[in-house]
């Protein structure tokens, strides 16, 4: 399965968002799916964050890639609020989700991958 997962700036900063990403990452592949991470760049400020919906190479790395299901941060919302329905119109983007394996998992390979990342993304007792 092909996942796309759209984050704002790296996967590599050591934070608490970005070790979840990683994490996600990590039993992706060891699952044998194909997993490519779309960064953004880190938005202060909602109206700029807004203006990522019209920017013609996210649009077109979204459209070409034909991810099975695309993942994103929920900060990333601002970033591709419009951009969602305007590619799910288009058949370019499959339904949304947030990152999280409890979200609305509608078509096979959705419910799947959800099933699958639940125990992997289960809180660790210290």
Not at 67 to 92: C, M
Not at 95 to 104: G, L, Q, T, V
Request: proline share 9%; hydrophobic share 40%; glycine share 6%.
């Amino acid at each position: 399965m092909r996942v796309g997962l759209v984050i704002y700036g790296s996967i590599e900063i050591l934070t608490g968002g970005c070790l979840y990403d990683r994490r996600l990452l990590d039993h992706l592949v060891s699952r044998g799916d194909r997993a490519e991470v779309i960064s953004l760049p880190r938005r202060n400020h909602y109206p700029r964050a807004l203006c990522d919906n019209a920017s013609p190479s996210l649009v077109r790395r979204l459209t070409r890639a034909r991810f099975d299901v695309l993942l994103q941060d929920a900060l990333v919302h601002p970033s591709l609020v419009f951009l969602n329905g305007w590619l799910r119109a288009k058949g370019s983007l499959p339904d949304r989700h947030d990152r999280s394996p409890i979200a609305r998992p509608e078509p096979p390979a959705c419910r799947e991958l959800a099933l699958s990342l639940a125990p992997a993304l289960a809180p660790t007792s210290a």
